[in-house]
Nanobody, 124 residues
Framework: QQQLVQSGGGSVQAGGSLRLSCGTV????????VAWFRQAPGRGREFVAS????????HYEDTFKGRFITTRDNAKNMVYLDMNALQPSDTAIYYC?????????????????WGQGTEVTVSS
């Protein structure tokens, strides 16, 4: 069973930027699609973005278009989420998740391997 480990996140002021990283504990991602979700206090898990195995196809929830960018480096077994123009409403725990069958999508249930989550706090 593949395992994912996340890094990055932390605290930043409004308007700032952060990078989240997601890597495999062992082996490779292939041929997984990878997505990012977040969960704010008192709210359900929310889709943020996804990226195909090749990296050629990305999908973003409208809220994040133009601010967040997801990329991947399969040679390093890493997926990244660059978050810009952060606002206090972006405060949440962010998770990466992999769909080992490569299907992707916006539903959390489609992803079978999850990272441990990383906290992002944006202050005004």
């Amino acid at each position: 069973q593949q395992q994912l480990v996340q890094s990055g996140g932390g605290s930043v002021q409004a308007g700032g930027s952060l990078r989240l990283s997601c890597g495999t504990v062992s082996g490779t991602f292939g041929p997984s699609a990878v997505a990012w979700f977040r969960q704010a206090p008192g709210r359900g898990r929310e889709f943020v973005a996804s990226i195909s195995w090749s990296g050629d196809s990305t999908h973003y929830e409208d809220t994040f278009k133009g601010r967040f960018i997801t990329t991947r480096d399969n040679a390093k077994n890493m997926v990244y989420l660059d978050m810009n123009a952060l606002q206090p409403s972006d405060t949440a725990i962010y998770y990466c998740a992999a769909d080992q069958l490569g299907r992707g999508g916006t539903r959390a249930g489609a992803y079978d391997v999850w990272g441990q989550g990383t906290e992002v706090t944006v202050s005004s």
